[in-house]
Each structure stands twice: as structure tokens, then as C-alpha cells.
Nanobody, 115 residues
Framework: QVQLVESGGGLVQSGGSLRLACVAS????????MGWYRQAPEKQRELVAR???????TYADSVRGRFTISRDNAKNTVYLQMNSLKPEDTAVYYC?????????WGQGTQVTVTS
């Protein structure tokens, strides 16, 4: 069974930084489209950043220039470096691995940004 395990969430003040990590139980970080999504209370889950194909990356407009997604295939790990955090970044952040028809999700990690 494939598992994605996120870590690195926490409580941070506005302007601070966090780095999330997603470790995959199988060696597919380089073979699947890996990404990060988030869901704030009473809002729909939304894309934060993801690899589309190869090293092509897309970011949500709200995080472009502040967040950086990266991966280490040898460690089966995808990272999300979050800088200049804002209160509106508060959400549960989920790791995703997609390659049709497979679509895997982690359990999520909470990020809370205080003003």
C-alpha cells in the first residue's frame, strides 16, 4: 500500500518560514506528478504547487515567489519551503502523488500563521 507522510507543519508568526516534507513509501517521487495542496476551514482544497511533468512546476498565484517546491528522488521526498508566511496561509497542507489512474493523498499537516 502506498503511503504519503507529511511533516513540518506548526505554528509560526506572520513573516516566518516553515518547510514541509512528504515522504513516500514507494520509489515513485520521480515517476508521479507530486504536489502540495491545502484546505482552510470551510474552504475547498486548493492547489499550492506541483510538478506537472519532468521539472515543470506550477504555483498558485497566492504563493508564487514565497513558496518553493522541490524533490529528492533518492529520498522519495518532496518538500515545500514556505517563506514570508501570512495568516491566510493557515490551512491543512496535503501531499499528493498522481499518475493516472493512481491518485494518492497524505493525511495532512496543519500550518497555522498568527498575525
Amino acid at each position: 500500500q502506498v503511503q504519503l507522510v507529511e511533516s513540518g507543519g506548526g505554528l509560526v508568526q506572520s513573516g516566518g518560514s516553515l518547510r514541509l516534507a512528504c515522504v513516500a513509501s514507494k520509489s515513485f517521487v520521480g515517476r508521479y506528478a507530486m504536489g502540495w495542496y491545502r484546505q482552510a476551514p470551510e474552504k475547498q482544497r486548493e492547489l499550492v504547487a506541483r510538478f506537472i511533468s519532468g521539472n515543470t512546476i506550477t504555483y498558485a498565484d497566492s504563493v508564487r515567489g514565497r513558496f518553493t517546491i522541490s524533490r529528492d528522488n533518492a529520498k522519495n521526498t518532496v518538500y515545500l519551503q514556505m517563506n514570508s508566511l501570512k495568516p491566510e496561509d493557515t490551512a491543512v497542507y496535503y501531499c499528493n502523488a498522481y499518475r493516472h489512474p493512481d491518485d494518492y493523498w497524505g493525511q495532512g499537516t496543519q500550518v497555522t500563521v498568527t498575525s
